[in-house]
């Protein structure tokens, strides 16, 4: 294939990611808006809000996992991170959601630098176990300290909601649409870093790590820098979503907010999709969501007893995943599917 041939695919690719982008945040938007006026799409509400924070969670491990191949199961550190230091400052001091959203992200940030130092000196295994450890240390902290709230959590009253306001409803009432479209914003903003990466020099950079980390110091890139800064970025939006459900639910519990459950089932969404790719990051979670809830009803749990099976399967047959299937199979798509 021709260069000038191969650049207009990729110029094409690029165009078809930045639609279905557009797309998916148009969809995300109707809903919601729809929502607001019309009772009956309430459940489809709450369910792609669900959705939102798995997505939310996944495109922050997809920095991480997909370009430099460092394979993070505590994740959900960072959505834990988020939901108390958000409550912590509801809670305590009665700011909005606004500012505890961007204190969350911040602490978020903060943290994964610091984790990031002694976890990001390992690779393989080591890695992926010492980020377990790290959740789990957290976990225990927030279920010990009583200014945490202990295993109990912290919860916030009813009045709090008072000022909350949209499209005629108030209090609680107003709560859900506004968590939705707060959740879109930063379903958004996940996109856009992804895409980001995905195009720049940096993800690049990323991109040789993964390929062999060796190699890619010996050339010349900082591995340390481009680790750290890709660690700290994969943080965001798990912690924004962590606000926002905090603040939703009214209240914070360890078990659920530092949930390996929920590091894995990114995991698999990442895996399935596609790791490393914008597109596959939609596709692996709407896929993964999908099956979960209609197996919710019917075997709880057991989903997850599917999908570790299918992990395994995804490893041997779909290393990466299905748009990285699908652009190994044909020559035009590998070009078309970013």
Known sequence: MEAAQILRQLARGRLITNLTVALVIAVLLGLG???????????????????????????????ILGYTGYVSFGHAVFYGIGGYTAMILMYYHGVSVYLAMLAAVLAAMGAAYLIGLIVLRLRGAYFAIATIAVLEAFRVVAANVNYLGGSEGLQLSATYYRGYSIAGYHGLMAVHY?????????????????????????????????????????????????????????????????????????????????????????????MLGGAGTVLGTITGTAIYHAVKTAFLTSFPSLHLVIFGATIAVIAELLPMGIIGWLRIKSTKLRFLLE
Not at 178 to 204: E, P, T
């Open 33 to 63: 808006i729809g929502s607001l006026y019309s009772e009956s799409l309430g459940y489809y509400r709450e369910t792609i809000t669900t959705f939102m924070v798995l997505f939310s969670i996944v495109l922050g491990l997809n920095v």
């Open 178 to 270: 506004i968590a939705y479209f707060l959740l879109v914003g930063v379903v958004a903003l996940g996109l856009l870093i992804n895409l980001y990466v995905s195009r720049s020099k940096f993800g690049a950079g990323l991109r040789a790590i993964r390929e062999d980390e060796d190699a890619a110091e010996a050339i010349g890139v900082n591995t340390w820098k481009y680790k750290t800064l890709a660690f700290v970025l994969s943080s965001i939006t798990p912690a924004l979503a962590g606000a926002i459900i905090a603040w939703k639910r009214m209240i914070v519990l360890p078990g659920e907010f530092f949930n390996l459950g929920l590091s894995i089932e990114a995991i698999i969404s990442t």
